[in-house]
Nanobody, 121 residues
Framework: VQLQASGGGLVQTGGSLTLSCASSEFTLDGYAIGWFRQAPGKEREVVSCISGGSTDIFYAEFVKGRVTLSRENNKNTIHLEINSLKPEDTAVYYC???????????????WGQGTLVTVSS
């Protein structure tokens, strides 16, 4: 099972990006999906995740109010829109997925390769 994360890039402080997570091999419908980030020298941290049934969405405090997570089922894609970007948002962003509703975000089984977001000051 492979996930493809895309949409990263270089953006100025205050700008916006939409990251996408897709799979060309299997349907993401029913999978819990999470977005994580890892900045240089720091631990990987969860940014946002959505339950398999899309009934629950979690946003980390450090992005709450600036981020929207959404599913686009007809395109088998999960989007993460990030607004009001800050230099401290600079990191590699990863998406991950799991079918087991009991799995916590850091236990997700399938991981994408990551997409780099760089926010210039």
């Amino acid at each position: 099972v492979q996930l493809q994360a895309s949409g990263g890039g270089l953006v100025q402080t205050g700008g916006s990006l939409t990251l996408s997570c897709a799979s060309s091999e299997f349907t993401l419908d029913g999978y819990a999906i999470g977005w994580f980030r890892q900045a240089p020298g720091k631990e990987r941290e969860v940014v946002s995740c959505i339950s398999g049934g899309s009934t629950d969405i979690f946003y980390a405090e450090f992005v709450k109010g600036r981020v929207t997570l959404s599913r686009e089922n007809n395109k088998n894609t999960i989007h993460l829109e990030i607004n009001s970007l800050k230099p401290e948002d600079t990191a590699v962003y990863y998406c991950a997925a799991d079918l087991d509703p009991q799995s916590g975000p850091y236990e997700y089984e399938y991981w994408g390769q990551g997409t780099l977001v760089t926010v210039s000051s």
